[in-house]
């Protein structure tokens, strides 16, 4: 390639980060929203805000350029992107644009301090862990399940065609946040039991009962209070490193019912080649990605043995194992 484009594109990458940091503005001013609401000029919304000097016009004008905004100044309303990030959209992506630019972004920022000390940015910058961190603050714990859910309600919409579970009759999520994935599950089978497990902070974010969906809050590194025919750990081993992921395992391995299967559905490293995403999980979680044979061998060494590895949407697989004491 030749050298001036090189330099073009590193020229450009340098500042990709503010077309992102534009939009997640617009997302923390709820500027989608209101034009959604009916505040349709650039003057109704300025009023709205009590907004000072230009930097709502140019905002604006931006957004019209690349379409998040269709229109003028005078006659605003949603483009095709701008909609998706509105409260009310049905598949609304508005908290996972507000997700990534608040201590996700702090995190990258000092990517070089968990380069250089292998520990996770996040207890650095704030002195606990993530998990513990969003515990305490309840807007961000908020935020945070609400930008899982919007992922597993994506994610997860098709589970119920990737493998047979006609075959538990009750069926665990652990670390199910909200219960997106139980969510898609469900109405598929409408006489199996489900079960919600996740910390009680998270638990008491869902306002919704259902009769055959039973919540309860635990600690997963603590021994579980129930048994299970099938456990799903969906985006959970990833968050931990080996020694932890390995103490869930255990604990896993402890409540499964004689013949029952433990799920992984995990980003599949060899597939996605999926470094960034790792970096990202070191400096928040002190974790990695792993690959398939990663897991397995993972698995392998808390006593469970490969049952089924299927590719299951774009990034994910699904991993399914049984104990290796039942053979
Ligand atoms: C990356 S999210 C995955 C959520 C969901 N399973 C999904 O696939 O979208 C990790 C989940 O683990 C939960 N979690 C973290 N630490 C936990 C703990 N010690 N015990 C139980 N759940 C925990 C978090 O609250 C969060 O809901």
Known sequence: MASKYIKSELK????????????????????FDLIDQGYR???????????????????????????????????????????????????????MCLLWAAEHMDAWQHLSYSLKTGEAAISHLYGKGYFDYLNDHPEKLANYQQAMFEYARDDYRDLYL???????????????????????????????RFRLCDLPEVLQLREQQDSNLEMIAIDFFEPLPFTSDLIILSRI??????????????????????????????????RVQAHLLSLNMLAICKSHERSTEEYISLLDEGGFELVANTEFNQLQNLIVFKCTTEI
């Open 12 to 31: 450009s990458l340098f500042t990709a980060h503010w077309e992102y940091l534009a939009v997640n503005a617009a997302c923390k001013i709820d500027l």
């Open 41 to 95: 000029s650039l003057d109704l919304l300025q009023q709205k805000m009590n907004s000072k000097g230009k930097g709502l016009y140019h905002l604006v004008q931006f957004l019209l350029e690349q379409e998040y905004l269709i229109g003028d100044c005078k006659r605003l309303a949603l483009g095709a992107r701008g909609s998706y990030l509105t409260e009310g959209h049905s598949e609304s992506l508005k908290q």
């Open 162 to 192: 990737h493998w047979d579970f006609s075959a538990y009759e009750v069926i665990t999520d652990l670390g199910g946040g909200t219960g997106a994935l139980l969510k898609a599950l469900m109405p598929a089978f409408p006489e199996k």
């Open 237 to 270: 081993l990833h968050d931990w490193p080996d020694w932890q992921a390995a103490r869930i395992i255990q604990n896993c391995k402890s409540a499964l019912n004689p013949g029952g299967h433990l799920m992984l559905i995990e980003n599949a490293n060899e």
